[in-house]
């Protein structure tokens, strides 16, 4: 699986061939295709290019897919006692990116994944594998628990005073 870490708007995202990711905004029409050059590590395998702070000459190629909106954000800001509430939102624009490739210069370019498909091959009568000529037997689904009668709820002891206390004095009343 071929991997890399780019960075855009200020973050950094981790970039997938085949995946889609969200970023920030970009400038670009949808359909259209965006080159991100800022690549900080690159991983096919075994091999990895870490940059100091960018790996030379390495780039990832993605469609844009769709310009949308992130999640609303309240915010609301709030004194007590001067009567001081504020309250605000925020909705992030987003870019959200197909990564068609990932290309770097000490690395094998990659296959598209339709190729990489193969049909499997056919068990040949002198290696019949054991496990498939059994028919495996559905299992019973487990049963639910029942559900337990909620436990009576214990009321709070009295709290009681010492007989030994001494009663409080009486007040006179003139």
């Known amino acids: 699986m071929r991997y890399a870490i780019i960075q855009t708007g200020g973050k950094q995202y981790k970039a997938v061939e085949g995946e889609a ?22 991983a096919d395998g075994d091999q990895v290019m870490v940059g100091t702070p960018t790996v030379a000459d390495a780039k990832v190629a993605a469609t844009v897919v769709a ?14 006692k001067i009567r001081y509430r504020v309250k605000t939102g925020h909705r992030q624009r987003l870019t959200r990116l197909q990564i068609d490739s ?6 094998a ?9 193969e049909p499997k091959a056919q068990p040949t009568k002198a290696s019949t594998p054991v496990a498939a000529a059994k028919p ?4 019973p689904k487990a049963k ?8 009576a709820k214990k009321k709070p002891a009295k709290a009681s005073t010492p007989k030994s206390a001494k009663p409080k004095a009486k007040t006179r009343k003139s």
């Open 136 to 139: 495996t037997a559905a299992k």
């Open 109 to 117: 370019k990659s296959e598209p994944k339709a190729e990489a498909k």
């Open 67 to 80: 310009q949308d909106k992130g999640e609303k954000i309240s915010v609301f800001k709030y004194k007590p």
């Open 21 to 42: 990711i969200e970023v920030e905004k970009l400038d670009a029409e949808v359909g259209k295709k965006v080159e991100l050059s800022e690549v900080m590590l690159v």
């Open 102 to 107: 990932i290309e770097a210069k000490g690395l």
């Open 144 to 151: 639910a628990p029942k559900a337990k009668a909620p436990a």
